[in-house]
Structure formats: structure tokens, C-alpha cells
């Protein structure tokens, strides 16, 4: 396993079309190390942050993640975020464990701290506790990405992250020109109509923002704000949360390529290959041209030896 980061980049990618497809795959629990070798994985998230703090964790946690420890220390004990106290805590790896331990009890709602004490109790070999503490993170701050990684942890079974709704239309040529933190600041300014506002949405979905994603798509309407709704409910835990929604707008919008298109984007997250293929198929035949039908298409080109379990 290792880190990863949703970067500002992403935020825009998520108001066009590049979905990318990592979805057939399987995403195991590593494996950890015999008890006390290496160090867990550090997992921070910084959104779209550009502040002088942010862009020296992420150097520091890039050291991390390099080996280069002795250098990504200084870094982290130059701040007292939460942030910096997790990668302080592990690149002080294994004494640092006391102290990562006593962070997750100071602040046992900070999903940050709780994801990354799981990670350490798992590289100590507490499968448990590693379990409780991801758990701790989910119900803690479910509108963060960590939430959404320790998901990823709990049910290694599902590919990693969580379906994004693919708006039928293309965003603004504008959003071309401005930096990422400007990029989410255009789109939240726009959020004022029904197109807005699902662009909104999938902004914060990119960004691990998936409950105020929920809220934003809430306020649209109409058919496809209807599937992205669908699409931002999903969850491990409970698949059928947005499968209950996707058939009935099937059965309510047969014609319509969103409904098909994210029909099969969601059905490649429970490992339904080949049911996926054929709604890829309807909603690239729906409109081969279109933006949904050019990415319906991208995904078939992937999937085209992936088989079904």
C-alpha cells in the first residue's frame, strides 16, 4: 500500500471527463512487515492547499515516503497541526508509536489521526484494533478522504475510492486558465444552477468531500442530478444504498446514457465485470460522440480482457 494524494489537480478533473480506470482491480490490505521492520505508510491529505504549511508537508511526507526520514523530520516538528504531529509521530518509527497513540486518544474524532493509529496498529500486528481505529475514522469526520481511505482499509475487497459521477456535459473552457485553488473557487462561485451545481459536487467528490458532494447534488434537479445523487450515495458498507436508486431511474429513464453509464461504473465496483461491460455498451451506443459516450467508450478499451468474478 502506499500513500496517495488527491491533488488540486484532480478537483478540475473531476468537473471534466478523465474518470481513469484503477476500478477492475483489487485493493488488498497490505501485508505488514515482521513486527517492528520499516515503518507504516503516512497518509495526509492537503486538498487544494497552497499555504506555506501545506507545501512543506507534502515535501516532508514525499521524504517520508522516500525513506528519507532524517529529513522529513525537522519538517513535521516545525508545525503543531494534526497533520504534523501523525508524520512527526511516525518518522520518530517505532519509538513514535507512544505518541501516535496518545494523539489518537487527545483527539479521538480527527479521522486524520485515527486512519494513519490504525496503520500503526496494524504494522505492529493488532488487525483489531487497526480495524477499530478505521472504523473511528469513518464515523468521525465522514466528509474527509480519510474516511473514504480507511473505507478502502475495511473492505479490501472493493477497489480503492468510491465511483465519481460524470457530468454529460463539458466544464468551462475558463477553468483551463486557473490554478487549481482558483479552479474550486470558480466552481463553488458557479454553483448557482443546475449545471453549477453538479460540477460543484464532483469537485468535492474528487476531493474526498463526498457528504457535501451529497448536499450539492441534493440541491440540483432533474434526470441526471437524479444519477448523481445515486452515485454519491454509495458506500461499502452497503452497496445497496445506491443500487436502489440507479434501477429504478433505469426503469423510470430507459433511453438514458447517465443512468447506463453510471450503472456500469458502479457495477464495476462490486466486482460485476461483465453486467458493467453491457451498460458501458448501451450508453456508448446511446451517443458514441458524446462526452459520456467517448468515456463509456475509454473504459470498454480497459476493460476489454478483464473478466468478471
Known amino acids: 500500500m502506499r500513500r496517495y494524494w488527491i491533488t488540486a489537480a484532480v478537483a478540475i478533473a473531476a468537473a471534466g471527463l478523465t474518470v ?8 488488498a490490505v ?38 528519507k526520514v532524517g529529513r522529513a523530520r525537522p519538517v513535521f516538528a516545525r508545525y503543531t497541526s494534526p497533520e504534523a504531529e501523525v508524520g512527526a509521530a511516525l518518522a520518530d518509527w517505532p519509538a513514535g508509536f507512544e505518541r501516535l497513540r496518545a494523539l489518537a486518544r487527545a483527539k479521538p474524532r480527527n479521522a486524520l489521526v485515527q486512519l494513519n493509529y490504525g496503520l500503526g496498529l496494524y504494522w505492529r500486528g493488532d488487525t483489531a484494533g487497526a480495524k477499530t481505529a478505521w472504523r473511528t475514522a469513518r464515523r468521525a469526520e465522514p466528509d474527509t478522504p480519510y474516511a473514504i481511505r480507511a473505507g478502502d482499509l475495511l473492505y479490501p475487497n472493493f477497489p480503492r475510492g468510491l465511483p465519481t459521477f460524470v457530468p454529460s456535459f463539458l466544464p468551462p473552457t475558463a477553468l483551463a486558465k486557473l ?12 454553483a448557482t444552477d443546475d449545471r453549477g451545481r453538479l ?31 445515486a452515485v454519491a450515495r454509495f458506500d461499502k458498507s452497503d ?14 429513464y430507459p433511453d438514458s446514457q447517465s443512468v447506463r453509464f ?7 465496483w462490486l466486482g460485476s465485470v461483465d453486467q458493467a461491460k ?32
Open 179 to 190: 490554478s487549481p485553488p482558483e479552479q474550486l473557487a470558480y466552481l463553488r462561485a458557479h
Open 278 to 309: 453491457k451498460e458501458l455498451r448501451l450508453a456508448r451506443d446511446a451517443g458514441p460522440e458524446t462526452p459520456l459516450g467517448t468515456e463509456a467508450s475509454r473504459f470498454l478499451e480497459r476493460l476489454a480482457n478483464v473478466g468478471t468474478r
Open 20 to 27: 481513469g480506470l484503477t476500478l477492475a482491480t483489487r485493493n
Open 262 to 268: 453510471h450503472l456500469g461504473l458502479c457495477l464495476l
Open 30 to 67: 497490505p501485508k505488514p512487515p515482521a513486527a517492528q521492520a520499516g515503518r507504516p505508510p503516512l497518509v495526509l491529505d492537503l486538498g487544494v492547499r497552497t499555504d506555506p504549511e501545506a507545501v512543506a508537508l507534502r515535501r516532508a511526507a514525499d521524504l517520508y515516503d522516500k525513506g
Open 239 to 252: 452497496p445497496s444504498r445506491t443500487f436502489s436508486k440507479l434501477g429504478p431511474l433505469a426503469k423510470r
Open 199 to 229: 460540477l460543484y459536487g464532483v469537485a468535492l467528490q474528487r476531493l474526498g468531500r463526498q457528504v457535501s458532494a451529497q448536499r450539492q447534488f441534493a440541491r440540483a434537479s432533474g434526470p441526471e442530478a437524479e444519477v448523481a445523487q
